[in-house]
């Protein structure tokens, strides 16, 4: 049987990356081109399609395609593919993306969360794999709070596709003021580097542009900065006490720019942690950071890939999609 | 083939209920003790293999025992079937129970946390057969708040037996007084009968002894009364959010005590969950109590079983046990 290789995507809302590969943590090759958001979404899918064919055109040792995936911020329903709703892409709401792009490719792609092709991808080739373990959340901590599921070393989709949201998980009942999801007192309103930079401006004035200066302010004496990372850790830790005691999962794993901080943000979630969750108290491992996970354990550890982790599992999930390959073979390969 | 029959076990804090059954709704004989936990788990783990052995002793009809589950309240260690810290059952934690009963009984049995078997009976018998549902989550609001989630038509145990505890997410951060598992803010605080009530002890004075009580108060025109619901409500809703948010499942049923309140309880409940839940919103039904389920909207009704959920979903774990059959003939019926 000849080698396979796939194509991943990664639509985001500043980069569109389409990647090739076969295996690993590398690519073998990669585009990386600007989401023209400005152009419309038919641009969009046609700069995405565009850049899948210049990679399927090219000849990595005469390897099979096996397949395309691509991953698109969320909310999304599946197996469908319709857009609902994303924040930064307006007018994308109700498009049928996986349609959009499997006319303009002519074969069928495998869409999906792009926070669970994340969380697929440290299952796959991240902790998961160091581990042995085939249940993980992962939790990302970056412009907003991604969340993804893997259960049965199976992404959780969720019934139509919207699992995996746990940054709007409600952390702070009384909260007044609205989160982009328009609830109240979500996860990511606490949690996510935007949060950060806005807890600071609060107490610390219009100087502040990034978590990662307000993580320097904290190292370097501020008890206002340090109380933002606090804040954000008992958060973190409200959350994770619900997906511990309702999923007893092995692994929870914390990713994204916020996590920078690990330093400032570890010890207040981890205390926290221990006295909101009878679980966790009771499968609380010895060591925080371990060498190989005990049984029976719970554990809460760093993400090991980093923003690259969505385009990677995008790739992983093409690999393992064994789509017909006479259609991708002619339509991709055979049509340049 | 023998026709087969299954035994099925439900330890609870008063009564111990063990059961024949070979299917559907109905028990073919049942045997119900007080659970005398005065004398000790030895002596209730006897009085169980007792009654398990008279039902075993029966002639139903010459059907094959297929098998033997026993649902106990949680948390419990699985697979290997320890208990841990039960807040009723003084003297239990760190018990072998499963070992205990098979080395009883002289044959291998299944053992799970009752509430988790009573969400697989609704899965197997209740709302789930009736919808055609296989993944769900029942939480059921009674003395305490129970909870099972039952995902692609298997009981979620977690990592080590501990999933399915939704009754102690956080439904509010700020709360001072510690909940039974010794977190702070649980749902449990908000939503069990105890809660409502203690909350109606708060705000009515003595007089009111049942969760039934506070319901009657409500509905004949008391605010106060009427508050508590809205609190148990909301409390639930906050929850919701979470395990809808993150899980994304077609059902989510309530069952227990509280929820014979349904007129008080739901109509805060849906508003709070609309208020929270984006995931809920894009998923909504427009009736909320329908014939058969629409696919990819989110519902959550009440639960289909009532009190004898956890003895049936013993019975059909039994059922579906599959055990050698020789170990269990030999020594269940063989050795009266």
Known sequence: MA?????????????????????????????????????GRDQVVRDMCDA????????????????????????LELPAGILRNLPNFPGWDGFNLKSAIATG??????????????????????????????DLCVI???????????LNGKI?????????????????????????CGGYG?????????????????????AVSTAHEVAMLARSGSELARNIFDTAGRA???????????????????????????DLLSCPMFREL?????????????????????EGKTYVLKAELGALAGLLGACVAGLEARLPPATLGKEILGHQ
Not at 55 to 75: E, N, Q, T
């Open 236 to 262: 973190l830790a409200i959350a994770l006490t619900g997906l511990i005691n309702t999923l007893n999962l092995p692994l929870y794993l914390l990713g994204g720019g916020v996590c920078e901080a690990w």
């Open 156 to 180: 959780w989709d969720g019934a139509n596709g919207m699992a995996g949201e746990a940054g709007h998980m409600v952390v702070q009942a009384e909260e007044r003021s609205r989160c982009g």
């Open 3 to 39: 080698e396979t290789y796939s194509i991943g995507v990664d639509l985001g809302g500043t980069n569109l990356r389409v990647a090739a590969y076969e295996g690993g943590r590398e690519f073998l090759e990669t585009i990386v081109l600007p989401t023209r958001l400005n152009l």
């Open 186 to 206: 979500c996860l990511e309103q606490y949690a996510s580097a935007t949060a950060v930079i806005r807890m600071a401006r609060e107490s610390l004035g219009d």
């Open 52 to 75: 899948v064919r210049a990679l399927g055109a090219r000849d990595f040792g005469h390897r099979r395609l096996a397949g395309i995936a691509v991953g698109s911020p969320g909310p």
């Open 140 to 150: 990302t901590l970056g412009t907003g709070v991604g969340n993804g599921l893997v």
């Open 274 to 294: 221990e006295r909101r969750s009878y679980v966790y108290r009771l499968t609380k491992p010895e060591v925080l950071e371990p060498i190989h996970l005990l």
């Open 105 to 134: 490719l002519g074969c069928d792609i495998v869409l999906e969360n792009d926070a669970n092709l994340a969380a697929f991808a440290e299952q796959r080739l991240g902790a998961g794999t160091k581990y042995g373990v085939s």
